[in-house]
């Protein structure tokens, strides 16, 4: 199980649905079932309690911690497909990056540290060396 969920039931046809209120309350119900429920509100609670209202409105509709996890997780880092895109322009930007026409070298280091910050964030690192010769390279003889 991936967090606290909502007590369960599994129909006659196989098909698992959430438990109704009223189920929660019959004498079959288990300490479980409680338990969950509880651990459930109070992680909404608490990630409600984190996030802005914009976020608040995009994840209003959703009934569990799970739900509000993945559907933040998508919003701020994208699907598996978008992260990898991602990497490839970051890993392609740190290949192909040297200084423009007309700017400076703090500010072509400053360019250049944002895409090494970024590609240390997904695990893509270099030795200081390497990173210290890419630089020097990508400055032209002016």
């Not at 409105?57 to 993945?70: G, H, S, Y």
């Not at 701020?76 to 990056?97: A, C, N």
Request: hydrophobic share 35%.
């Amino acid at each position: 199980m991936n967090g606290p969920q909502l007590p369960i039931k599994t129909g006659t046809d196989g098909v698992v649905t959430p438990k109704s209120e009223a189920e929660w309350n019959e004498v079959e119900q288990n300490e479980d079932d409680k338990k969950n429920v509880k651990l459930n509100a109070r992680a909404i609670n608490m990630l409600n309690c984190a996030i802005s209202f914009e976020e608040y409105r995009k994840v209003l509709r959703c009934k569990t911690t799970k739900q509000i996890w993945n559907k933040l997780q998508v919003t701020h880092e994208g699907t598996t497909q978008v992260k990898q895109t991602r990497i490839d322009m970051l890993y392609k930007e740190y290949e192909m990056s040297s200084i423009k026409e007309g700017e400076s070298i703090d500010d072509m280091f400053e360019r250049f540290s944002f895409i090494i910050n970024g590609l240390d964030t997904i695990g893509i690192t270099d030795s200081e060396q390497v990173l210290v010769r890419k630089v020097l390279w990508s400055l032209t003889k002016e």
